[in-house]
């Protein structure tokens, strides 16, 4: 329990945060699975060929993470500490930069589809399904730059509704885009992978344009135009400063993830397709963890920028041993429903076989996992963003990596043992982690400055 002055206060104002933002997160993770199952019933070689897809165009999504992540600290701290005006500045140059970034990153997935995809050793087969469906979702990356923007914004000054709201308006375009578009119905062409991408595409410019008008009429209630004549170089330093370790340690972890994914490809398709469905599926186990990490941090921000940095030690222990039960409880449950769930999706019987077992082993990973999502969160919001980036770098490659190809590959023990090196590293950084939470070195660490 949570004792000091004002904890049922905060206890409400993380209640209104994490309800959103797991409804919300329900929204983005259902958005991505609708595509898994839809497509299913299209082939297993177009899932598998998506999953891979889906894993780079993520891994690029994190560079506008280097802003963003920046973004919703220091708006937090900043209202914590009842700093408007450079609320106004964050926020204008978070959305400048992210936009030239997106740009960037739309002509890079698109221009470079083919050379991406062969270095992913994806196979004549699953590159022509592959190549459609980045070509067009990279196109339009620079969407999802200002989405998520605006979205950390709007989280970070306590509005988590409206991403909420917006999220599912746009998943129930893309399950009818998806079905006129991949099936050919309502006198829509048939598509197939293709015609998944348009969907998510299209969805994902309406989110755009619906977060970016709620942001300048709450947050944000004017254009800054002055940081054109004057950029606030300080707002964007300290942006950089939790941005850049911050999305390196996500981009460490996904990074590592695509190399895993790698190795699986040397399996076979089976192997492949059970691994993108399995990942689809133990999302949704530990989705409250993420949500309540997410607003546990907003909520640590603003203690931080108010300095009640007790009052954020105790709070993240509450944070931490919920997510933990919680997703070690509906892991179990799924691993239980495993087979029928799996046979849901695929008819396959070794992709069901393989799926059911990896989803007991990953009841392990999931003893790790949640006290990392809050421990990153948190210490981030704190402003102690080198430590989880260097923790994660070193024990990520070295255990899941490392010790995932040596006996996975090399030693030719196959998917079961690339998935116990996956649980071994999410339970080292766990251990690690909450030591340094209990440690409180990070206390001291934040932006606001008097």
Same mark, same amino acid.
């Given at each position: 329990?949570?004792?000091?002055?004002?904890?049922?206060?905060?206890?409400?104002?993380?209640?209104?945060?994490?309800?959103?933002?797991?409804?919300?997160?329900?929204?983005?993770?259902?958005?991505?699975?609708?595509?898994?199952?839809?497509?299913?019933?299209?082939?297993?070689?177009?899932?598998?060929?998506?999953?891979?897809?889906?894993?780079?165009?993520?891994?690029?999504?994190?560079?506008?993470?280097?802003?963003?992540?920046?973004?919703?600290?220091?708006?937090?701290?900043?209202?914590?500490?009842?700093?408007?005006?450079?609320?106004?500045?964050?926020?204008?140059?978070?959305?400048?930069?992210?936009?030239?970034?997106?740009?960037?990153?739309?002509?890079?997935?698109?221009?470079?589809?083919?050379?991406?995809?062969?270095?992913?050793?994806?196979?004549?087969?699953?590159?022509?399904?592959?190549?459609?469906?980045?070509?067009?979702?990279?196109?339009?990356?620079?969407?999802?730059?200002?989405?998520?923007?605006?979205?950390?914004?709007?989280?970070?000054?306590?509005?988590?509704?409206?991403?909420?709201?917006?999220?599912?308006?746009?998943?129930?375009?893309?399950?009818?885009?998806?079905?006129?578009?991949?099936?050919?119905?309502?006198?829509?062409?048939?598509?197939?992978?293709?015609?998944?991408? *348009?969907?998510?595409?299209? #969805?994902? &410019? /309406? !989110?755009?344009?619906?977060?970016? =008008?709620?942001?300048?009429? %709450?947050?944000?209630?004017?254009?800054?135009?002055?940081?054109?004549?004057?950029?606030?170089?300080?707002?964007?330093?300290?942006?950089?400063?939790?941005?850049?370790?911050?999305?390196?340690?996500?981009?460490?972890?996904?990074?590592?993830?695509?190399?895993?994914?790698?190795?699986?490809?040397?399996?076979?398709?089976?192997?492949?397709?059970?691994?993108?469905?399995?990942?689809?599926?133990?999302?949704?186990?530990?989705?409250?963890?993420?949500?309540?990490?997410?607003?546990?941090?907003?909520?640590?921000?603003?203690?931080?920028?108010?300095?009640?940095?007790?009052?954020?030690?105790?709070?993240?222990?509450?944070?931490?041993?919920?997510?933990?039960? *919680?997703?070690?409880?509906? #892991?179990? &449950? /799924? !691993?239980?429903?495993?087979?029928? =769930?799996?046979?849901?999706? %695929?008819?396959?019987?070794?992709?069901?076989?393989?799926?059911?077992?990896?989803?007991?082993?990953?009841?392990?990973?999931?003893?790790?996992?949640?006290?990392?999502?809050?421990?990153?969160?948190?210490?981030?919001?704190?402003?102690?963003?080198?430590?989880?980036?260097?923790?994660?770098?070193?024990?990520?490659?070295?255990?899941?990596?490392?010790?995932?190809?040596?006996?996975?590959?090399?030693?030719?023990?196959?998917?079961?043992?690339?998935?116990?090196?996956?649980?071994?590293?999410?339970?080292?950084?766990?251990?690690?982690?909450?030591?340094?939470?209990?440690?409180?070195?990070?206390?001291?660490?934040?932006?606001?400055?008097?």
């Amino acid at each position: 329990m949570i004792h000091f002055p004002i904890a049922k206060g905060l206890r409400r104002q993380l209640a209104l945060l994490t309800g959103p933002i797991f409804i919300e997160t329900l929204l983005i993770m259902t958005l991505g699975a609708v595509d898994t199952v839809m497509l299913s019933r299209h082939s297993d070689a177009s899932v598998a060929a998506v999953g891979v897809v889906n894993q780079i165009v993520m891994l690029c999504f994190l560079v506008f993470e280097v802003i963003n992540l920046g973004t919703s600290v220091l708006v937090s701290q900043y209202l914590g500490a009842k700093l408007n005006d450079r609320v106004e500045k964050v926020v204008g140059v978070s959305l400048l930069v992210n936009l030239v970034i997106g740009f960037t990153i739309s002509a890079m997935l698109y221009f470079g589809a083919v050379a991406i995809l062969r270095l992913m050793g994806l196979n004549d087969m699953l590159l022509g399904e592959g190549v459609g469906y980045m070509r067009i979702v990279g196109a339009f990356a620079f969407f999802q730059a200002l989405s998520l923007t605006a979205s950390a914004a709007l989280r970070a000054s306590n509005r988590a509704i409206y991403p909420m709201v917006v999220v599912g308006i746009v998943n129930i375009l893309n399950i009818v885009g998806n079905y006129m578009l991949i099936f050919g119905k309502f006198g829509a062409p048939a598509l197939g992978v293709e015609g998944a991408a *348009i969907s998510t595409a299209t #969805s994902r &410019a /309406i !989110a755009m344009i619906i977060l970016t =008008i709620i942001l300048f009429h %709450t947050v944000v209630k004017r254009i800054p135009w002055e940081i054109f004549r004057r950029f606030p170089k300080r707002e964007l330093s300290n942006l950089l400063k939790i941005g850049l370790p911050s999305a390196g340690e996500q981009f460490s972890y996904s990074s590592a993830q695509i190399v895993m994914t790698f190795f699986i490809n040397m399996l076979g398709l089976e192997v492949l397709a059970a691994r993108t469905y399995v990942v689809n599926i133990v999302m949704f186990g530990y989705l409250f963890c993420i949500a309540i990490s997410q607003g546990g941090a907003i909520t640590i921000g603003h203690l931080v920028g108010r300095g009640k940095v007790r009052g954020a030690f105790i709070l993240g222990k509450y944070v931490m041993r919920l997510a933990f039960i *919680i997703t070690v409880t509906l #892991s179990v &449950a /799924i !691993a239980t429903a495993g087979h029928w =769930i799996l046979s849901l999706l %695929t008819d396959n019987t070794e992709i069901i076989s393989i799926g059911a077992t990896l989803l007991w082993l990953d009841v392990l990973v999931e003893t790790g996992r949640p006290i990392n999502i809050f421990a990153t969160n948190a210490l981030r919001a704190t402003g102690d963003v080198n430590y989880p980036f260097y923790v994660g770098l070193i024990v990520m490659w070295s255990l899941q990596v490392a010790g995932g190809y040596l006996t996975g590959i090399y030693f030719g023990l196959g998917i079961y043992a690339l998935w116990f090196m996956i649980a071994s590293d999410e339970i080292t950084r766990g251990i690690i982690f909450t030591r340094r939470w209990w440690s409180m070195k990070w206390a001291g660490k934040g932006f606001v400055t008097t």
